[in-house]
């Protein structure tokens, strides 16, 4: 084999994608053909701007979900002889089966960019939309009151947001994943008191709605404070009752005598020394880490909810305070509906406009600050994919060698450029509607 030219490597790339491209047809053409029926979704449709920074983001996102898919090698492994290589490079010493070429080139460690950068849209995906819905959630959860009662409430949460907000954003996301501030249990603290408001929204969201309704109000709540609590307990504290419960019964059933306390992670070490030389145990995997993250990642995302929740506050607070003087709200006040109603189920839905755009924006904003704590190493593994930790390895080699840093930077700037376009979209519609 000979090393691949410029149009063969852009030939293998786009082969690689194929499940994507297939994605994106499909998602396009449901999309289009169902316009009418999707409500602001369906309307971006009708903005040329709106849909191709939805066709961006969507190529990342599907990129994401096929990863494993696409890629060409282990993003992790090392390859002897493929150390700083340039771009379509035969792998030197290829087994039978295994892919030929390094599309875009090799880094400093001899592994592969392309595979590299395709597994970073994994990571940062996995992050940023959930963190960035979870800082909405709370900024909701007090931004509504705050903007509907005002007084005192409105007073100090105002103060307490303005804290936060008059420390520079990089600089504070710098120090809360610092490994100083990781032992201080802090991160811990913060997820304890953030993962929270979610459950609690939810259940004032439902209650306030079904309240003349008991069983059903019984229902909902109930399914959100047996989920909920079920899932806090796993994030915040990576205690997942079920798993402890499921150990209990499988080790007992395995005949020993012990119970055992901690998860699936202490049956294994517990099964691992006392049975595996009489008995074969198995368990679910249904009920294996339903619920948890590393303690890296854990600080990162409640580093991005600390610091994006009080500037969603502010915005749902103004907003809030805008909308409240409306006729509606003073119809429904009129007809005696609780304020709690009128926030969420009156005031709420009609700021729904303002809210998906800044989400948007938001998550680009999230992916951003994630690429600059992987490009100062903080926050994930030494050796994530992730883009900015890419970007950080092949600045070492940019004057000889720039394609190691220049894969993920497009990547990154990439889908920051789709979900800005998303977003001016996005307000063309929601201003019409």
Same mark, same amino acid.
Request: contains cysteine.
């Given at each position: 084999?000979e090393?691949?030219?410029y149009?063969?490597?852009?030939?293998?790339?786009?082969?690689?994608?194929?499940p994507v491209?297939?994605?994106?047809?499909?998602?396009?053409?449901?999309?289009?053909?169902?316009?009418?029926?999707?409500?602001?979704?369906?309307?971006?449709?009708?903005s040329?701007?709106?849909?191709?920074?939805?066709?961006?983001?969507?190529f990342w996102v599907f990129t994401a979900i096929?990863?494993n898919?696409? %890629?060409t090698?282990?993003p992790? /492994?090392?390859?002897? *002889?493929?150390?700083?290589?340039?771009?379509?490079?035969? +792998? =030197? #010493?290829a087994e039978?089966?295994?892919?030929?070429?390094?599309?875009?080139g090799?880094?400093h460690l001899?592994?592969?960019?392309?595979?590299?950068?395709v597994?970073?849209?994994?990571?940062?995906l996995?992050i940023?939309?959930a963190a960035t819905l979870f800082?909405?959630?709370?900024? %909701?959860?007090?931004g509504v009151p /705050?903007?509907?009662? *005002?007084?005192?409430l409105?007073?100090?949460?105002?103060? +307490? =947001? #303005?804290?936060?907000l008059?420390?520079p954003?990089?600089?504070?996301?710098?120090l809360?994943v610092?490994p100083?501030?990781?032992?201080?249990?802090?991160?811990?603290?913060?997820?304890?008191l953030l993962?929270?408001?979610?459950?609690?929204?939810?259940?004032?969201?439902f209650?306030?709605r079904?309240?003349t309704?008991p069983?059903k109000?019984?229902?909902?709540?109930?399914?959100?404070?047996?989920?909920?609590l079920?899932?806090y307990s796993?994030?915040a504290?990576n205690?997942?009752p079920?798993?402890d419960?499921?150990?209990?019964v499988?080790?007992s059933?395995?005949g020993?005598d012990t119970?055992?306390?901690?998860?699936?992670?202490?049956?294994d070490?517990?099964?691992?020394a006392?049975i595996?030389?009489?008995?074969q145990v198995?368990?679910?995997?249904?009920f294996?880490d339903?619920?948890?993250m590393s303690?890296?990642?854990?600080n990162?995302f409640?580093s991005v909810?600390?610091?994006?929740?009080?500037?969603?506050?502010?915005?749902?607070?103004?907003?809030?305070m805008?909308?409240k003087?409306?006729?509606y709200v003073a119809?429904g006040?009129?007809?005696?509906e609780g304020?709690?109603y009128?926030m969420?189920w009156?005031?709420?839905?009609?700021?729904?406009?303002?809210?998906?755009?800044?989400?948007?924006l938001?998550?680009?904003y999230?992916?951003?600050?994630l690429?600059?704590?992987?490009?100062?190493?903080?926050?994930?593994?030494?050796?994530?994919?992730?883009?900015?930790?890419t970007i950080?390895?092949g600045?070492?080699?940019l004057?000889l060698?720039?394609?190691?840093?220049?894969?993920p930077?497009?990547a990154l700037?990439s889908?920051?450029?789709?979900?800005?376009?998303?977003a001016?979209?996005?307000r063309?519609?929601?201003?019409?509607?």
């Amino acid at each position: 084999m000979e090393n691949l030219g410029y149009a063969a490597i852009l030939g293998q790339v786009v082969q690689q994608f194929v499940p994507v491209w297939i994605a994106l047809v499909v998602t396009f053409l449901v999309s289009i053909s169902f316009k009418r029926k999707l409500g602001l979704y369906g309307k971006l449709f009708d903005s040329p701007v709106g849909m191709i920074g939805f066709g961006i983001v969507m190529f990342w996102v599907f990129t994401a979900i096929f990863a494993n898919q696409i %890629i060409t090698f282990d993003p992790l /492994a090392q390859f002897s *002889g493929m150390k700083n290589k340039p771009l379509g490079t035969v +792998l =030197a #010493n290829a087994e039978d089966g295994q892919f030929g070429w390094f599309l875009l080139g090799g880094d400093h460690l001899a592994r592969d960019v392309f595979s590299r950068m395709v597994m970073g849209a994994r990571e940062v995906l996995k992050i940023a939309p959930a963190a960035t819905l979870f800082a909405f959630m709370v900024g %909701i959860t007090i931004g509504v009151p /705050a903007g509907y009662f *005002g007084g005192w409430l409105d007073t100090v949460l105002s103060f +307490l =947001a #303005n804290l936060v907000l008059a420390f520079p954003v990089i600089l504070l996301f710098y120090l809360l994943v610092t490994p100083e501030i990781r032992e201080t249990g802090i991160p811990v603290v913060l997820a304890a008191l953030l993962f929270l408001f979610p459950i609690v929204f939810l259940c004032v969201l439902f209650n306030a709605r079904f309240f003349t309704d008991p069983p059903k109000r019984n229902l909902y709540v109930g399914i959100v404070l047996v989920i909920g609590l079920w899932a806090y307990s796993g994030l915040a504290f990576n205690m997942d009752p079920l798993n402890d419960v499921v150990s209990w019964v499988w080790f007992s059933v395995a005949g020993q005598d012990t119970v055992v306390s901690g998860g699936v992670a202490a049956l294994d070490a517990a099964v691992g020394a006392e049975i595996d030389s009489t008995k074969q145990v198995t368990r679910p995997l249904l009920f294996d880490d339903v619920w948890s993250m590393s303690p890296n990642m854990l600080n990162v995302f409640v580093s991005v909810v600390f610091v994006n929740a009080p500037t969603v506050f502010r915005i749902v607070r103004g907003i809030v305070m805008d909308l409240k003087a409306r006729d509606y709200v003073a119809a429904g006040q009129t007809r005696g509906e609780g304020p709690w109603y009128i926030m969420l189920w009156e005031i709420l839905p009609n700021a729904r406009g303002p809210l998906i755009v800044d989400f948007c924006l938001r998550i680009g904003y999230t992916t951003i600050l994630l690429g600059t704590l992987g490009f100062f190493g903080l926050g994930v593994a030494p050796d994530s994919p992730d883009w900015g930790s890419t970007i950080d390895d092949g600045r070492k080699t940019l004057t000889l060698f720039p394609h190691a840093a220049l894969a993920p930077a497009l990547a990154l700037m990439s889908l920051v450029l789709g979900l800005n376009l998303l977003a001016d979209g996005l307000r063309e519609e929601s201003l019409r509607d």
